[in-house]
């Protein structure tokens, strides 16, 4: 029952932050038609918003499932991981990807017209992120009807390709190396 409370919990957790990436988003949409010479900032503020939560769903589906490999199938535990797997991945990573990429594209275009090396290696590397993520998904479809064969080290392993990719797309996005 206790387990039954704190999914509760993480989705109404994720509700209020759909919520509030929602109300940012209209609010933008004002800014926009008002005042467009600032909007470059605020688009700049939302992206760097929805990476977070992408970065955050995806370091931590992958250790979800971890801990999901050691919970015996059909128990009250596994299915309670199966809850928490699908609302992060609907309440939170999906929708802070889609806003991720479309402020991306957003500021790519408006305000760097897609020129930069820095800027066609940091979109490759978010391909190659988004391709993690569906990667990801799948597993949580996996998971849902206990088909997943991988052990905890697959899982660990798996855990640190999106770090790796976030490192590299920070740097590339700061410093522009080239
Ligand atoms: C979905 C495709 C993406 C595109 C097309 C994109 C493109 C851009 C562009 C053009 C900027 C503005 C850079 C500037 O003003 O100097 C920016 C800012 C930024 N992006 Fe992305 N981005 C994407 C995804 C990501 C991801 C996945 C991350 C992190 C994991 C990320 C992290 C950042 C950060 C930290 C900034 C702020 C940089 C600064 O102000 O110096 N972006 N992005």
Redo the contacts with the bound molecule.
């Keep these: 029952m206790a387990g039954m409370n704190n999914t509760n919990g993480t989705g109404q957790a994720m509700m209020r932050m759909v919520i509030s990436i929602g109300v940012l988003i209209v609010a933008t949409a004002l800014l926009f038609l008002v005042a467009p010479e600032s909007f470059y900032p605020w688009a ?1 503020a939302i ?2 918003l929805a ?1 977070i939560s ?2 955050a769903g995806m370091l931590y589906l992958p250790r979800l499932f971890v801990y999901h490999v050691d919970a015996e199938k059909g128990s009250v535990q596994s299915e309670t991981f199966k809850v928490m797997e699908r609302r992060l991945l609907r309440g939170i990573i999906n929708p802070a990807m889609i806003v ?2 479309v402020f ?2 957003w ?2 275009w408006k ?2 017209g897609f020129q930069g090396g820095w ?1 066609h290696a ?2 490759g590397l ?1 391909l190659l ?1 988004s391709a993690v993520h569906g990667y990801l998904a799948g597993a949580v479809r996996k998971f849902a009807e206990d088909r997943n064969e991988k052990p905890a080290r697959h899982w660990r392993i798996v855990n640190e390709i999106p770090t790796l990719l ?1 490192i590299a ?2 740097i590339l ?2 410093v522009k190396p080239f």
């Design positions: 700049k992206h760097i990476v992408w970065m991720t990429w991306g594209l500021l790519a305000v760097f800027l940091k979109i978010v992120l976030m797309i920070v996005v700061v």
